[in-house]
């Protein structure tokens, strides 16, 4: 088959570990880290005669996370035994959902590089418990079990097979993980686990309304892999197709230091669950009240956030989205503009522009900036009532994010002020002028690109002091002489 141009479609189940204290059926805890096996009860243990009894904190957080995706909320939502056979799986079952999920159908809108919006629909968001894990390093010839994760509650979140490119795919994951940790219903801790996709990925000739064969990726935790795994996979599954082959449907797993996916099982050795709802469980009866006071505790969420930074605020939609990236940045932003009641411009450049770059270049988290936002405000305090220059206050960041104190302490310590006395910088100009007679001839007979060459010589002099606007006032008079 001759095809002249494929389509990729993707679909992704998302597995974000929910912000509770104890678990999902047992009040073991969940804190990451613990002494293997420490955290792990009767209940997570899968010991005969204990009960699972729900936790309400999970229950809340999937509806938070169902109400911010504009879902349909099971009023019966009902739980599930899956059924396989693994070591790290004592009960030999897996709680989850199958029908009646506790969040059905909604959507998150992706922004697209060109600026575009795209709607994703989520077909569902179902509470789940974790497994354990097998540690097949730490003993030679032997796996180690450790049920500590065991029970963990997780909310699965599945798309729609809606995304069209490994970019859109990557979007896609990052806005799910915005959208989780501005809610607060998980950290998203990626290298601890706490966020995972799995891509379901397949091509078919442009125009084809039937879906081809997709093969799932599991366990990508980070955005830069899924993009990765997905383009590999999209080429392989491309050349298998133009040589005469077909894709089976199977499960592969990523190898970031290889960059490709390789198989894992296939569909024809893939279990059967047999599922059936869980005879421990009662299905959850949630009631309007409930869902009323979920909602009562949303936050601003970013969409809107990014909204009102530029009606309000006057930010382009490019500042007002890097600033919307997370909660604490946006905090902190929103606490600088309040404390520096000046430009919010100049507060957004200054956020996304020096203090983003010393985060970064220090690994440090905005919530842990060594500058806070009142002392950032202070400093562009100055520059707004011209006290210092922006250069100037470069400088003055970088005392303050070494602890050398605020800025307004700094700037009179060092007498970083600019000078804006006109008789001392006319004083000072006329020397320098003087100082370069063959410049000031050549200017004088027309060479005026040498005037940026006395500005130069000024703020030299200055230490970069002086006020730009004066010295350009000042050197034009007098370098017409
Ligand atoms: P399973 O029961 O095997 O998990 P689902 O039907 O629930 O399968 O789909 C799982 C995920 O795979 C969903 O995100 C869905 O959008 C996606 N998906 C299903 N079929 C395809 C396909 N042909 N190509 C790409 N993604 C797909
Ligand atoms: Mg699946």
Known sequence: MAVTA????????????????????????????????TQACAVDLGLPGVLPVLNGEAVRLAVKFG???????????????????????????????????????????????EGVRKRIGITRAHLEEDAGKSLHEDFHGMTGIDLNRAGTPLLEIVSEPDLRSAAEAAAYMRKIHQLVRYLGISDGNMQEGSFRC????????????????????????????????????????????????????ETRLYDPDRGETRSMRSKEEANDYRYFPDPDLLPLAIDANFIEAVRATLPELPEARCQRFIQELGLLEYDANTLTASRPLADYFEAVCAAAKCDAKLCANWVMGTLSAALNRDAISVESSPVSAEALAELLRRIADHTISGKIAKQVFDLMWQGEG??????????????????????MIATTIDAYPQQRDEYRAGKEKLFGFFVGQVMKQTKGQANPALVNEILTIKLKG
């Open 406 to 427: 605020r800025a307004d302490a700094i700037i009179a310590d060092r007498g970083l002020q600019q000078i804006t006395d006109n008789s001392a910088l006319e004083a």
């Open 6 to 37: 494929w389509e990729v479609v993707i679909g992704c189940e998302i597995h974000v570990q929910l912000a509770t204290q104890s678990k999902i059926f047992s009040g073991a805890a969940t804190a990451f880290g613990a002494a293997p096996n």
């Open 67 to 113: 109400l911010a995706i504009d879902a349909h909320i099971e009023p019966h939502a009902v739980f599930a035994r899956k059924n396989y056979f693994y070591p790290d799986l004592p009960k030999g079952y897996q709680i989850s959902q199958l029908e009646r999920p506790i969040v059905g159908a909604g959507h998150v809108d992706i922004l697209l590089e």
């Open 198 to 249: 799995d891509a379901n990925v397949s091509v078919r000739p442009l125009g084809q309304a039937e879906l081809g064969t997709r093969a799932e990726i599991k366990n990508i935790n980070s955005f830069r892999f899924v993009e990765q795994a997905v383009n590999y996979e999209v080429e392989r599954q491309i050349a298998l197709l133009e040589s005469g082959g077909r894709v089976v449907q």
